[in-house]
């Protein structure tokens, strides 16, 4: 049987194992090493929708998993102070109103807007006006919403620990004091542990975070700066009591040089500032962060550090890694720990059964690269579109060069509402529409095909779309209602 040696036990080093223990396990031997002096990064807490597939795929009960790990539901980001201050708006997880093949929706509306009716673009958008009433339920009558999870990283760590070792994964505890390689191929043999034991393998998995002991130490792979244009470095996170019923959307608050979340779970809320070191102090981030806080802290707040980019090859030699080893891109969208599930599907697609390696690591490392470039530009769009004149930070992020594919997509978007997506893009349409109007881009002209319906069949068809959503909204349970009947975690 192939060995797999997966070094590292965080939410990347356990979502493998568990993928590749419930999917290809009777073909793999797998050994996961993590060390408990080390620790965990303990963050990644906000998700987004496509976790409900790797979870059904995983054979991962939904109900079981929420109760496991005080999760709450999302139906998406509420952005504060993005675009001006004193702005919000929803970044939602729903469709917007219905598209025809010649146009998308928000071109009906803004023909609707130029003739003076149509309301708000987010009176079309089912999840956004259930996450504004705190409303959810899984499903009403016909209606499925589109949603995703706040949880508690630790415990979904345990959670997806316990799968893994029912499903076959050996744990061992220890810390990695050499990764040995071969002298002559450069290939990784084994993971010497400071207690002597020596864990050897066919394919190595480096799940060991920031410190990529693997991909990074012993391969040597670089990384590519992706800091000029997204500059933040740090993050302060801290978790307070819940003062309130949990809403089904994050909160991400900007401030004068950086942004806050909230996330709130069953018992508590995870906070944390992000920041670049070049427009804030360490010092002054906590102040920012702790006077922008409710409900008592329940930990110290933490500080860490991070570099923005990409590991140039994810897959080198024989091994590949997943997580933080492989680069980041700040949590504002949530998208690491989407990353790292997709990580798993393509290597069990693309899985080294054979003689072939090269190829196949090359495929890897095309996919991984275009997936992290097209989520690197919408998570910059944010920064960029922005009218905050108020600090250096905003002018710096307002005025800086952009990538060419970012300025091609405001460009079409600003020239003709024009957006596109394709099954290289993780966000969709109405994710583009919803951001780039939320921060205040307008577009000068868009699509003629709403000229061609009458005012009358315009206006109906959008009253009925939105007349629609209102009643829907109106049959929803709250969100802590929901949550009481569906997971509430065991009392204590
Ligand atoms: C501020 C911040 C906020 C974030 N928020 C989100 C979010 O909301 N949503 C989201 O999707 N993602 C978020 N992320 C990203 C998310 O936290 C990570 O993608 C996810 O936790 C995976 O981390 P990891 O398993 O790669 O690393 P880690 O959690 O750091 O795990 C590394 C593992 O390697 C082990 N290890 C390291 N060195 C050794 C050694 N020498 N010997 C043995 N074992 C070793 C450690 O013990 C640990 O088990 C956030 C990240 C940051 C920094």
């Given at each position: 049987m192939m060995k797999v040696v997966i070094a590292g036990g965080g939410t990347a080093g356990w979502l493998t194992a568990c993928g590749l223990a419930t999917r290809l396990g009777g073909l793999l031997d797998i050994t996961l090493v993590e060390s408990d002096a080390i620790g965990t990064i303990g963050v990644g807490e906000a998700t987004i929708p496509p976790m409900r597939n790797f979870h059904q795929i995983m054979n991962i009960d939904e109900q079981a998993f929420m109760r496991a790990t005080q999760a709450t539901f999302k139906l998406g980001i509420v952005f504060e102070n993005?675009?001006?201050?004193?702005d919000s708006y929803i970044h939602s997880f729903g469709e917007i109103g219905q598209r025809s093949w010649m146009a998308e929706f928000h071109e009906f509306w803004l023909e609707a807007r130029s003739q003076g009716f149509g309301g708000s673009l987010e009176d079309y958008c089912l999840e956004l006006k259930a996450a504004k009433a705190g409303k959810f339920a899984t499903n009403v009558q016909k209606t499925k919403l589109n949603y995703a999870f706040h949880l508690d990283a630790t415990r979904y760590a345990k959670f997806l620990r316990q799968i893994s070792e029912d499903a076959g994964v050996r744990r061992v505890e220890g810390k990695i004091s050499e990764v040995r390689t071969h002298p002559?191929?450069?290939?990784i043999k084994a993971l010497l542990l400071e207690d002597g034991q020596l864990l050897e393998g066919d394919l190595f998995i480096d799940c060991t975070g920031f410190r990529a002991l693997l991909i990074g130490d012993a391969l040597n792979v670089g990384y590519e700066d992706w800091s000029h244009w997204l500059t933040s470095d740090s993050a302060i996170a801290v978790q307070t009591e819940a003062t309130e019923p949990p809403p089904p959307y994050t909160r991400s608050i900007a401030h004068a040089s950086g942004w806050q979340w909230r996330i709130p779970l069953q018992s508590r809320v995870g906070n944390g500032i992000v920041y670049s070191s070049r427009f804030l102090s360490d010092d002054e981030a906590k102040h920012t962060l702790t006077s922008n806080l409710t409900g008592e802290m329940l930990t110290e707040p933490r500080l860490l550090k991070f570099a923005t980019g990409r590991r140039l090859q994810a897959w080198s030699k024989n091994c590949i890694s997943l997580g933080l080893s492989s680069g980041f891109l700040e949590p504002l969208e949530s998208t690491s720990i989407h990353m790292v599930m997709t990580g798993i599907f393509r290597l069990i697609r693309l899985f080294p059964f054979g003689q072939d390696r090269d190829s196949l690591a090359r495929r890897f490392n095309d996919e991984t690269r275009v997936e992290m470039e097209s989520v690197r530009d919408f998570i910059i769009l944010h920064y960029k579109q922005t009218n905050r004149t108020d600090s250096d930070f905003w002018n710096a992020c307002r005025t800086m060069d952009i990538p060419d594919s970012l300025a091609h997509r405001i460009e079409l978007f600003k020239k003709n509402a024009y957006v596109w997506s394709d099954d290289t893009n993780l966000f969709r349409i109405a994710s583009w529409v919803q951001v780039m109007m939320g921060q205040g881009l307008e577009p000068l002209e868009y699509h003629g095909a709403g000229k061609l319906m009458s005012t009358q069949a315009l206006q109906q068809s959008l009253s009925e779309i939105k007349n629609s959503i209102d009643k829907t909204v109106q049959q929803l349970p709250t969100h802590q209602d929901f949550i009481e009947h569906y997971c509430a975690m065991p009392p204590g």
């Open positions: 993005w675009g001006n201050i004193g002559e191929t450069g290939d």
